[in-house]
């Protein structure tokens, strides 16, 4: 792998969400070499050992739609990543590796990007995987019909604006290059757009299947719950869903590098239960709530994987609600909570704090507000921003995560003791996605992503044109200022003036607080003596999955 900067890049084959929604912090994918992430070895046997071998693991949160064109979810996302792929991936140290691309490759001018796709792919019903379904793939993110969160991420590609007006429904700047290349050209130059495009989950889509579906029943079509509906592209193919207590996938035998087991059950219960099943044997890899790291290390036989998160802990804010908008409210909230308290305790000191969205590295964040705990200057800053104190506030909490259930009553005691009429109101997994969507709720607990490949993926949570449901920006927060930033940094090719610039753009938002950032974590992952090595993990089970094809099982 070379590399000629400023921005001439040549990889050898990153959220929404992601992004956000996802979404994520992959492990190294396919293909790809070492990620820096937390590992264990192991060696594979011979071509048929994989044969009647099983592995159970814990379904983190409960999926709903399974769509690739949705929101990604822990447990969406869980389910994505063993069945679906994407051109690459990015790692929780920072680097860009290859999946379905093998390399990609941006002009000086930072105008285009030529990706190179890997030979002989094919879908898991035999078809190969074309040049063809990767042009549908971003033509099916964009459409407006489609209404896909990770579609506006797409904006910098030429032909955008003429495909969501209605006038085009190709993106011109998408093109066939010979017959495994794939070009794409920009409106204008954007510096951090390679970034952005590869390590966001833009899963593939099979064009054969999908090209004659209505486009706007494609995002929550059940077929993607049914097993076999579509054909995978992932490691393995789903070939169960019993709604509400697990999924169970089968080995995908034409996938890149075929995974070393046959099965791969995804079990629906509480991490506390996970646990339980991890010592009686029911169980063979799990995340751990750091409170339960010192009991699981007594037991005999089982590997303990950590992972620095690439993404942070963070309530978002729904800035849509009139009594959330001014930042000294925001600020007010963040003040009343006991963060070191809650890192100290709940995340048993497996944390780092947090106080801006911008971790990759450049970024210098040093001087910003830290926001400590100071209940009395917490309902000064509330009163200053004008908080009725009347008003309550009400805490969403999805069920099944018993870590962010604890943060919950840690922060509903710190907002009460500054005077705010905090509740707590339950939700059950599967209703995150409407309930983010249609707004009804003021602070939502969430984690995940990665922020550290480069600092401009944080642009799709942050600017004002990818306010969720139309992008990951999910409190809806809006910074004329910071997007005047964000537009320096697209045509800013001097790493030092990059750097500079983001550091200014922390400093804004670190000042606004759209969101409440409570902890960058340490995952913990618990694997029984059947999973003998290659998990690679990052920010949750969901992440996870990236390494499945390296996981050697006995």
Not at 98 to 117: F, H, M
Not at 299 to 311: E, L, Q, R, W, Y
Not at 385 to 401: H, M
Request: glycine share 8%.
């Amino acid at each position: 792998m070379s590399r000629r900067r400023p921005l001439r890049l040549l990889c050898s084959a990153a959220v929404a969400l992601a992004l956000a929604l996802g979404a994520c912090s992959p492990p190294p994918p396919a293909g790809g070499g070492s990620s820096g992430a937390a590992t264990t070895g192991g060696a594979s046997g011979g071509a048929e050992a994989w044969k009647g071998k099983s592995i159970t693991i814990l379904l983190q949160q409960k999926p709903d739609l399974m769509s690739p064109l949705g929101a990604a979810t822990n447990g969406n996302g869980q389910i994505l990543q063993v069945t679906q792929d994407t051109l690459a991936a990015g790692t929780p140290d920072g680097k860009l590796v290859p999946r379905v691309a093998k390399s990609w490759e941006q002009s000086s001018d930072g105008l285009s990007i030529l990706i190179t796709l890997n030979d002989n792919q094919k879908w898991s019903d035999g078809t190969p995987l074309t040049q063809d379904d990767i042009l549908f793939t971003f033509n099916t993110y964009v459409n407006p019909q489609v209404k896909a969160p990770l579609g506006s991420q797409l904006a910098p590609i030429a032909g955008y604006d003429a495909v969501k007006a209605g006038t085009a429904k190709e993106l011109s700047g998408v093109t066939k290059v010979g017959s495994n290349q794939i070009k794409i050209t920009l409106a204008k130059p954007d510096a951090g757009f390679m970034y952005l495009l590869l390590a966001a989950y833009y899963y593939i889509l099979p064009q054969a299947k999908l090209k004659d579906m209505d486009p706007t029943k494609l995002l929550d079509n059940p077929m993607w719950t049914q097993p076999g509906a579509v054909p995978y592209l992932g490691p393995m193919v789903m070939s169960q869903n019993v709604t509400g207590q697990r999924v169970v996938f089968t080995r995908n035998p034409n996938f890149r590098t075929p995974v070393q087991f046959e099965t791969l059950v995804a079990s629906l219960v509480t991490q506390d239960v996970a646990t339980q099943q991890l010592a009686s044997g029911e169980m063979d890899m799990t995340l751990l709530q750091p409170t339960d790291l010192a009991a699981v290390q007594k037991m005999s036989n089982v590997t303990i994987v950590k992972a620095d998160s690439p993404g942070f802990d963070r309530y978002t804010v729904n800035i849509r609600k009139p009594y959330l908008k001014s930042n000294l409210v925001r600020q007010g909230l963040l003040t009343a909570i006991d963060r070191k308290g809650i890192m100290a305790s709940i995340y048993s000191g497996l944390a780092t704090p947090s106080n801006t969205s911008f971790l990759a590295s450049g970024v210098d964040t040093s001087g910003i507000n830290t926001y400590a705990y100071d209940p009395a200057k917490a309902k000064q800053l509330l009163q200053q921003g004008g908080w009725n104190f009347d008003q309550q506030l009400q805490i969403v909490q999805a069920s099944g995560n018993a870590q962010r259930a604890a943060v919950d009553q840690v922060v509903l005691k710190n907002l009460q003791d500054a005077g705010v009429k905090a509740v707590i109101k339950p939700i059950d997994q599967a209703q995150v996605t409407q309930t983010l969507t249609d707004g009804s709720y003021d602070i939502f607990l969430y984690g995940g992503g990665n922020y550290v490949v480069d600092a401009s993926i944080d642009i799709p949570i942050l600017s004002c044109a990818t306010q969720f449901p139309n992008g990951a920006n999910l409190p809806n927060y809006c910074s004329q200022e910071l997007d005047a930033v964000f537009d320096q940094t697209r045509t800013t090719t001097d790493p030092a003036k990059r750097a500079a610039l983001f550091t200014q753009a922390a400093k804004i938002e670190n000042n606004d607080v759209p969101m409440l950032w409570i902890a960058r974590p340490q995952r913990a992952y618990a694997l029984s003596p059947k999973i003998t090595g290659g998990v690679k993990c990052g920010d949750g089970v969901n992440n996870c999955m990236f390494s499945l094809h390296e996981w050697t099982v006995k």
